[in-house]
């Protein structure tokens, strides 16, 4: 499946479960573009004591992530019914729509500890920078991004500065890290960098932290339209509210594969 060109290895072990336990090295086999199936995020499936069912991501590395937005849509599509799922990054609940899906990916974080960072930092206004990329804002959407506004996001060498930012030690865990401009009062372009699987097409958590981050800096009215390489999605929140995701998702296609052939 994909969303906006971010494209997904789905399992669903909810009715079943896998031949074996899903691993970081099973997980990058599968995601492998010449080996493997291929994809920048791999998603699993299974069930849940607390929710609906549950819902894990894997990156293209192997690590697993949280949240994962337009992956949350390629799930809500293939359900085809709203739902509450469990997630890394806490539950969120999902609606299946004519041309796609709509995410409430709950409220974000702002507090340094939540983020997280290795030590306490206004996360508003960071003052850290690497060469021309300033003064970030860092928020946390089920996982951390750092958020950076300039004035051509497409001039960012973000295939060079991105692992920077994402394996700084400031970031325990990593970061996502993205760019944007303002292109309207209510739009913004961006481009991301994601933890774990490089530039992608897109990026939904990238695209909710970026507007949360615009709209608390005062530089775009909610709701906002975030045009990425492979689309637009459009983002809704006000301070103390949840966020709300709402674009495309499509199904590839269907297959099987030799579990022992990954393990």
Not at 119 to 138: F, N, Q, S
Not at 166 to 192: C, M, T
Not at 206 to 217: E, L, M, N, Y
Not at 224 to 238: E, K, N, Q
Request: glycine fraction near 12%; hydrophobic fraction near 45%.
């Amino acid at each position: 499946m994909h969303g906006l060109g971010n494209d997904f290895v789905v399992l669903d072990a909810r009715a079943a479960p896998l031949p074996g336990a899903m691993t970081p090295g099973i997980a990058r086999a599968l995601a492998d573009r010449r080996t493997g199936i291929g994809c920048d995020q791999l998603i699993l499936l299974e069930p849940s004591a607390a929710q609906d069912f549950r819902v894990r991501f894997f990156n293209a590395d192997g690590s697993e992530a949280g949240a994962c937005g337009n992956g949350s849509r390629a799930v809500a599509l293939l359900h085809g019914a709203r739902a509450v799922v469990e997630t890394g990054g806490g539950p969120i609940a999902l609606e299946p729509l004519e041309a796609g899906a709509r995410v409430d990916m709950g409220a974000p974080r702002f507090d340094w500890d939540a983020i997280p960072l290795a030590y306490a930092l206004d996360t508003a206004a960071m003052p850290v920078g690497w060469e021309a990329l300033e003064g970030p804002m860092a928020v946390n959407v089920g996982n951390p991004h750092a958020v950076f506004f300039v004035d051509d996001a497409d001039a960012v060498e973000l295939d060079r500065l991105g692992p920077l930012i994402e394996h700084d030690p400031l970031f325990p865990e990593r970061v996502n890290v993205n760019v944007a401009s303002l292109a309207g009062p209510d739009h913004l372009k961006l481009r991301v960098w994601e933890r774990g699987a490089g530039l992608t097409r897109a990026c939904g958590t990238g695209a909710c932290a970026t507007a949360v981050a615009a709209i608390r800096r005062g530089l775009v009215e909610s709701p906002v339209r975030v045009t990425l390489p492979g689309g637009d999605l459009d983002i809704a929140w006000a301070p103390g509210g949840t966020i709300l995701m709402s674009g495309p998702a499509a199904e590839s296609f269907r297959g099987t594969f030799d579990w022992d052939a990954f393990a």
